[in-house]
């Protein structure tokens, strides 16, 4: 029998393992800025503007090599510097923040932001102590530009462009970027007009008055029921006026006339009341309104006095726009023992003149 002998052979096979690494490199991804918003004085355009930017830093500045950078698209900066701007910030959310201001330079320092503007971008430079001095995650920041800012009215303002829509970019190597939009306008006012229409209000409340009979040993006073010896009001006069000038008041007519006879008057210069001698005059008080000057020889509180036989006389003046007055008018008359008898009248003419 025949021997077959097997041969076995056993196959090595080498099997390679080879190690693949994918390096994948560390992306940053910025924050988004929200709430974001710049405010303008005005959004007229190529006019001068103050800006109140206000932005939620929502990761924050904690590394004093870390810049915001503000892009006014198109603005004209011109020649705003650090002194020409504020910066604050609230460590409560943007929808009612508490600003506290920071220091500004032209460079960064200690405590110091530093503010510097290249065309149309302006750069904010944390304190070079930012770790603590620095904005933390969630920080409201507001950065006033203008007139707005500390010094008012001498500081310099950034030039609005033409009429359309621009952005206003914040971004930097902070870690945060956020972006608003501008709407400028040809004119961004109303005009309104209104008219006041010229007002005066002028009112006598009596017209008939009378003495009665006069005596050389009593002074007689003018009233609606026929005179009286004690000293009483006859009438009152109210006036006012919207005029800007205010208003004058006068008087003008004869003294106490019969025919050919009159009862003397007392004249431009007050004087008390004098029995046994003719004498008639008028005493006025006022009340309400503003501005007024009672003639010095109407206005003394018991003396009387007359000049208007002649010319208009001023009783009162009000210097500019009044309410109503309310002037309370008295009338004196006394005569002497030859006064001729007679029913003697007088007729005063009152007349307001608004001065617009």
Not at 123 to 152: F, H, K, R, Y
Not at 311 to 331: E, F, K, L, P
């Amino acid at each position: 029998m025949k021997k077959v002998a097997l041969i076995k052979t056993k196959k090595i096979v080498s099997v390679i393992l080879t190690s693949i690494f994918i390096l994948i490199p560390s992306i940053s991804i910025a924050a988004s800025i929200t709430p974001i918003s710049d405010s303008l004085s005005t959004i007229k355009a190529s006019t001068l503007a103050d800006h109140t930017i206000q932005f939620l830093a929502t990761t924050g500045i904690q590394d004093n090599s870390e810049t915001i950078t503000i892009t006014f698209q198109t603005f004209d900066l011109g020649v705003i510097a650090f002194g020409d701007i504020d910066i604050a910030t609230s460590t409560t959310d943007c929808t009612s923040p508490t600003f506290a201001d920071v220091t500004v330079a032209a460079s960064a320092a200690a405590g110091t932001w530093g503010v510097s503007t290249s065309s149309q971008i302006m750069t904010l430079t944390a304190p070079t102590d930012a770790s603590s001095w620095g904005v933390t995650a969630g920080t409201c920041m507001q950065i006033q530009i203008g007139e707005n800012a500390t010094g008012g009215a001498s500081n310099n303002q950034i030039t609005n462009p033409g009429a359309g829509d621009y952005t206003i970019a914040v971004a930097g190597t902070f870690a945060d970027t956020g972006t608003t939009t501008i709407k400028v306008l040809t004119d961004d006012q109303v005009q309104l007009t209104a008219e006041v229409p010229q007002s005066i209000t002028f009112s006598i409340s009596e017209t008939d008055v009378a003495f009665g009979n006069l005596s050389v040993s009593a002074t007689r006073y003018a009233t609606t029921g026929g005179g009286n010896n004690d000293q009483t009001s006859a009438h009152t006069i109210g006036v006012g006026t919207n005029a800007t000038g205010g208003y004058t008041l006068t008087v003008e007519g004869n003294t106490l006339n019969v025919g050919a006879y009159d009862i003397t008057v007392i004249g431009d210069t007050a004087a008390a009341t004098s029995t046994g001698g003719e004498q008639f005059g008028i005493r006025v008080s006022d009340s309400g309104g503003s501005g007024i000057t009672v003639d010095p020889t109407y206005s003394h509180a018991y003396h009387y006095g007359y000049d208007g036989v002649s010319s208009a006389s001023t009783v009162s003046i009000a210097s500019g726009a009044s309410d109503t007055t309310t002037y309370t008018v008295y009338y004196a008359a006394n005569i002497a023992s030859d006064t001729e008898a007679g029913s003697y009248t007088a007729a005063l003419t009152y007349v307001a003149t608004a001065n617009y």
